[in-house]
């Protein structure tokens, strides 16, 4: 089946700290790979997206990279704000499963000013 | 403004009692979705549906009901509500069920289930 494993939070850290999120995934078939950011008290939103192996996809400072060989999309950040504070969950979606989205369990991030 | 509305926010309620949540979205969006989100556990999918009149289990859908009368409405009904579905609740659409059409979620129902 298809299956997100993301790193367990929460995750704290102080502004302009490096922020890393390791995703890692199972999928049969060949997935694209998202990033979606929930802010407190709203729903989820689209951060970004890589559709084939190799693809960064980028968004806010935020960067991701679709890595076929080691199944993984990793967020990254190099120098978050408080206004980063969010929840972020990893997800995957294929083709042969009507492109439903699966979703990892999120990871909570604070930053701290 | 393109949205999806969810309707109410929060509620709380007792078992057994039949309850509806309404989404409505104003994006001639043609996919919605129905998402349960429990802590340690991410967003798992209820149901969902392609078209109007087109409407396909998800994940986890034990307990629910849905129907899609018209395009801009996908309603998620419990008839017989039990303390499990205790969670916070959310509606989406996307343009098309595929890969460059994103999810536009709603803000959430928190449901409370005693």
């Known amino acids: 089946g298809n299956s997100v494993t993301q790193m367990e939070g929460p995750v704290t850290l102080s502004e302009e700290a490096f922020l890393t999120i390791n995703c890692t995934y199972t999928a049969t078939g060949y997935p694209s790979l998202f990033w979606y950011v929930q802010y407190p008290g709203e729903g989820l939103q689209l951060l970004l997206k890589a559709t084939k192996a190799d693809d960064k996809g980028s968004n806010k400072g935020f960067e991701a990279t679709y890595r076929k060989e080691t199944t993984s999309f990793h967020l990254e950040k190099g120098s978050v704000q408080v206004s980063d504070s969010a929840v972020y969950f990893c997800a995957l979606s294929v083709a042969s499963n009507d492109y439903k989205l699966s979703f990892g369990a999120g990871t909570t991030v604070t930053v701290r000013a | 403004e393109a949205q999806v509305t969810q309707n109410p926010r929060y509620l709380i309620t007792v078992t057994g009692k039949k309850l509806t949540v309404t989404c409505s979205q104003n994006m001639n969006h043609e996919y919605m979705s129905w998402y349960r989100q429990d802590p340690g556990l991410g967003l798992r999918q209820i149901y969902y549906?392609?078209?109007?009149?087109?409407?396909d289990k998800g994940d986890v859908p034990e307990g629910y009901k849905v129907s899609r009368k018209e395009k801009r409405n996908f309603p998620l009904i419990l008839e017989s509500p039990s303390p499990n579905q205790t969670s916070l609740y959310f509606c989406?659409?996307?343009?098309?069920?595929?890969?460059?059409?994103?999810?536009?979620f709603g803000n959430g129902t928190r449901l409370t289930v005693t």
């Open positions: 549906s392609m078209n109007v009149e087109v409407t």
């Open positions: 989406a659409s996307s343009l098309m069920a595929v890969v460059n059409s994103p999810l536009h």
